[in-house]
């Protein structure tokens, strides 16, 4: 399925403003539904779900399909449903991208403390008035919890990335 921009009229925005609308939409997305299922489920008169179904079918965001049976049954559009569930292509890319940024920055904390920590040239803290040995620098410790942390963070992302990627692509295989 390719993705569907949504135009934000202000047919649309009349839509979206109405708390029952937004759970029609919501109901509509599990599946198709009946005035009467949508009045049942939504506790609502069924002459106040036609007006909001009006609304909706008015905005581009709900369909009626008369399939030539008794009911008339109400379904999503695209645009109805890229407005609940708006590209997730490009979710998806975020966060990986965003996984990846902080995946590098925990590697690179990790590099940054074990040249720090092999570097022989480990600088001193003078002592105060200037004689004496100088005290040694403890490793910087947490460059390390910065860096373990960063990229386990960074792997949880991806790993999330992926989930949602998968589930994605199952819910595209099981829409075509």
Do not use: C
């Amino acid at each position: 399925m390719d993705p569907v921009d949504v135009v934000l009229t202000k047919d649309a925005f009349t839509a979206l403003a109405s708390e029952s609308r937004l759970r029609m939409l919501k109901d509509l997305n599990v599946r198709r539904m009946t005035i009467a299922e949508l009045a049942a489920d939504l506790d609502l008169a069924k002459s106040t779900v036609h007006h909001h179904l009006r609304v909706l079918v008015d905005a581009g965001f709900v369909a009626a399909e008369d399939d030539g049976h008794a009911w008339v049954y109400y379904a999503l559009t695209p645009e109805g449903h890229a407005l609940l569930y708006p590209h997730d292509g490009v979710r998806i890319r975020i966060l990986l991208a965003t996984a990846l940024v902080t995946f590098v920055g925990g590697i690179a904390a990790l590099a940054k403390f074990l040249v720090v920590l092999l570097s022989d040239e480990t600088p001193g803290i003078p002592m105060l008035g200037g004689g004496g040995a100088q005290v040694q620098e403890a490793p910087p410790w947490d460059l390390l919890i910065l860096g373990l942390a960063l990229t386990l963070i960074g792997s949880v992302l991806v790993g999330y990335a992926y989930l949602r990627w998968r589930k994605r692509r199952r819910i595209d295989q099981d829409i075509s």
